[in-house]
């Protein structure tokens, strides 16, 4: 079984950080990307940043040059750094992974972290 873990969430003030990660486990196979999504109540789930295995790199709009998104290819890991923090962000974060194993494409999503910013 492939399993990503979060972790990272919390709370946090206006304009404070946090790091989160995602680790995979399991027989991943080739992972082609990993990303970072969240949802916030009554919204659709969106995408934050993505990175492929080659390092190319994809964010919101609503997130460039605040956050930053990267991977640890050797430990199956992906991190998202989030800095200057609005109480927009606030939402569940999920890990997703893209995979390939013998020929087959999977997806795989982690269960969510919370992050809320308030004040």
């Known amino acids: 079984q492939v399993q990503p873990v979060e972790s990272g969430g919390g709370v946090v003030q206006p304009g404070g950080s946090l790091r989160l990660s995602c680790a995979a486990s399991?027989?991943?196979?080739?992972?082609?990307?990993m990303g970072w999504y969240r949802q916030a109540p009554g919204k659709q789930r969106e995408l934050v940043a993505g990175?492929?295995?080659?390092?190319?790199?994809n964010y919101a709009d609503s997130v460039k040059g605040r956050f930053t998104i990267s991977r640890d290819n050797a430990e199956n890991t992906v991190y998202l750094q989030m800095n200057s923090l609005k109480p927009e962000d606030t939402a569940v974060y999920y890990c997703n992974v893209q995979r390939r194993l013998r020929n087959y494409e999977f997806t795989n999503w982690g269960q969510g972290t919370q992050v809320t910013v308030s004040s």
């Open positions: 399991g027989n991943i196979g080739t992972i082609n990307a």
């Open positions: 990175i492929t295995s080659g390092g190319s790199t």
